[in-house]
């Protein structure tokens, strides 16, 4: 079954970018029908989409992050990638990458574990 | 954006107990709602897709209905294992939204 495995530094100094990687496996990111996405939780608060991708590059943004965010795919080494720019205290959260299945409302069916990310000097 | 409440926050039941959550978008999102299962230290895990559509795999304790503004999730007979966090979710226009949450322990 497929799944996926959050990747990328736990601590990014303020200021800097936030970079993640989502690695899918037993499945292929070029699957027609999905969208591939981000998503965050702060520590002991709610969820928080960032935005999704589709395998052939067209992307769909939180108007929240959209100036700071970007969401690629990579074909050749089936990965989608986060990059989060000019960071501060408020990004530190827990990210998941997740399949959304737009067939199906949208619904999220797989996610990888999460990763901590923590904003710090 | 679409904002999404939940109520209640949290609940104290027993195994056994029926549990309904209920859950309001503050827009009409016709029946593009989700419901999910959240775990300390564990990722989300979906229920219920398109208000009423049990995800493969999920016990059919698990029910959700509504459509509109208004939704459920019910659990028939609280087990165990579902002592947990279960969050809404819209999907019916970008940006996502999700409700806060509801936690649900041991009475």
């Known amino acids: 079954q497929v799944q996926l495995q959050e990747s990328g530094p736990g601590l990014v100094k303020p200021s800097e970018t936030l970079s993640l990687t989502c690695t899918v496996s037993g499945g292929s990111v070029s699957s027609v029908g999905y969208y591939w996405s981000w998503f965050r939780q702060p520590p002991g608060k709610g969820l928080e989409w960032i935005g999704y991708i589709y395998y052939s590059g067209s992307t769909n943004y939180n108007p929240s992050l959209k100036s700071r965010v970007s969401i690629s795919v990579d074909t050749s080494k089936n990965q989608f990638s986060l990059k989060l720019s000019s960071v501060t205290a408020a990004d530190t959260a827990v990210y998941y990458c997740?399949?959304?299945?737009?067939?199906?409302?949208?619904?999220?069916?797989?996610w990888g574990q999460g990763t901590t990310v923590t904003v710090s000097s | 954006d679409i904002q999404m409440t939940q109520s209640p926050s949290s609940l104290s039941a027993s195994v056994g107990d029926r549990v309904t959550i209920t859950c309001r978008a503050s827009q009409t999102i016709s029946n593009y709602l989700n419901w999910y299962q959240q775990k300390p230290g564990k990722a989300p895990k979906l229920l219920i897709y398109a208000a009423s559509s049990l995800q493969s795999g999920v016990p059919s304790r698990f029910s959700g209905g509504g459509s509109g503004t208004d939704f459920t999730l019910t659990i028939s007979s609280l087990q165990p294992e579902d002592f947990a966090t279960y969050y809404c979710?819209?999907?019916?226009?970008?940006?996502?939204?999700f409700g806060p949450g509801t936690k649900v322990d041991i009475k």
């Open positions: 979710q819209q999907s019916y226009t970008a940006p996502f939204t």
């Open positions: 997740a399949r959304d299945f737009p067939h199906n409302a949208h619904g999220l069916d797989v």
